[in-house]
């Protein structure tokens, strides 16, 4: 491979070095799927984007809030962050297995080709909420168009933060202005999602025919954020935590900071703790979409800071540390099967527990912590075994054949 993505000289390192490489990216992507089951079981059991209740009442109010401030908008650039990081990962291996630079774009290529046949049959048999999709068609542009540029392309990854900071500014100051200029009295924004309310699968299935491509085409802007996880792989800021503690201290910091306070008009909204007119709704809803990219900033830095917190002391990580990470290993594998069961628990023709219970936003919540806890246990079992996720070792194959 070119020299571009070539490691810079490495010096020794110990055993806390070796396990934070090792842990802090497989941690986050655990991490991450928690979030995802949060904001994906919310839309099932709401059948809206964002999942928030439009009428809250009592424990509703303050969950609204949690989750527009601290999930909603924030997990999907998490997720887009760490795909792009994962690209640079996995053209380093293949780099180190030898390959030249023509048959490692061979391979991404092939890879993120599945990756859209993935979200394919996802997105029209499961959930049309799908990103394997538009992150297989962002994955197939990025290696053709920028993995194997040079630090001088590369460079400008980190100044779309600078951009999109002003860009947050101005939004924050038409809401506010907004605010300002009428009275109160606006429903949430939210976009339903008719495909999770389908008497039948069949008629889901023909629902999400039209929903997954309109869903895929709108995500192809992140390309942005996949490119500033790239940047940060290629710094190795997560592998080598120790080394960026001052960047990550300050991307978590900033990057929450940021989305926490963007987010709260919205948060306040969504929980009816203030009234929002009409005018002011768009513009608020439009503040938290674009700020949750520096949460998602945020995260990751706070998970490169929590894995160098867990292996300084040289005692290595912990067992829920290791389960967590051995579910990033697997994402996949725990991202399709939180849709599988959302199918099983949410659907008016499987279990339709948002329609048994008072309150489908709480139980969602509840239904996502149980999953991921299962995914997470499920990993754990596997990793012990030495197994592959199953759709990790499905898409190895099919990239990969037999060898």
């Not at 962050?81 to 391979?107: C, H, K, N």
């Not at 900071?165 to 605010?179: I, N």
């Not at 067992?319 to 659907?347: D, E």
């Not at 023709?349 to 149980?370: I, N, Q």
Request: glycine share 10%; net charge positive; aromatic share 10%.
């Amino acid at each position: 491979m070119t020299a571009d993505l070539q490691s810079p000289p490495r010096v020794a390192r110990g055993p806390v070095q070796a396990a934070e490489r090792a842990l802090a990216p497989d941690l986050a992507r655990g991490a991450m799927l928690l979030f995802i089951a949060l904001a994906n079981a919310a839309g099932y059991f709401l059948a809206s984007a964002p999942g928030v209740a439009t009428d809250p009442r009592g424990l509703e109010r303050y969950y609204n809030f949690l989750m527009v401030e601290f999930v909603h908008a924030r997990a999907f650039p998490l997720f887009a962050i760490m795909f792009g990081y994962g690209l640079v990962q996995l053209a380093r291996r293949q780099e180190r297995a030898g390959a030249a630079p023509r048959q490692v774009r061979s391979v991404l290529l092939r890879r993120n080709a599945w990756l859209l046949a993935f979200g394919a049959v996802h997105g029209l048999l499961l959930y049309s909420g799908d990103f394997l999709g538009a992150y297989g068609l962002i994955g197939i542009a990025f290696t053709l168009l920028l993995l194997q540029r040079s630090d001088k392309v590369h460079r400008f990854a980190p100044w779309y933060l600078a951009v999109g900071l002003v860009y947050v500014l101005v939004l924050a100051a038409m809401a506010l202005a907004a605010l300002g200029s009428g009275a109160g009295g606006a429903a949430v924004s939210v976009t339903p999602f008719p495909s999770v309310e389908a008497a039948t699968y069949a008629d889901s299935v023909r629902e999400r025919l039209a929903e997954w491509p309109a869903h895929t085409l709108t995500l192809l802007a992140m390309i942005l954020m996949v490119w500033v996880g790239s940047w940060a792989a290629r710094h190795r800021v997560l592998e080598e935590p120790a080394r960026h503690l001052r960047l990550l201290g300050w991307a978590a910091a900033g990057g929450l900071a940021i989305a926490v306070t963007a987010g709260l008009p919205m948060a306040l909204h969504a929980g009816g703790f203030v009234a929002v007119g009409a005018d002011a709704a768009g513009p608020v809803r439009m503040l938290y979409e674009t700020s949750g990219f520096f949460g998602g900033v945020g995260y990751v830095a706070l998970f490169g800071l929590l894995a160098h917190a867990l292996t300084r002391r040289g005692a290595g990580p912990g067992p829920v540390a290791k389960a967590v990470s051995a579910l990033g290993q697997r994402s996949l594998t725990g991202y399709l099967f939180q849709s599988v069961a959302w199918l099983f628990l949410a659907m008016p023709f499987t279990l339709a527990l948002d329609e048994r219970v008072g309150s489908p936003l709480l139980v969602s919540g509840a239904c996502a912590a149980a999953v991921w806890l299962v995914s997470v246990a499920g990993a754990e079992l596997m990793r012990r075994k030495g197994l592959r996720g199953p759709a990790e070792t499905l898409l190895r194959r099919l990239v990969y054949g037999r060898r």
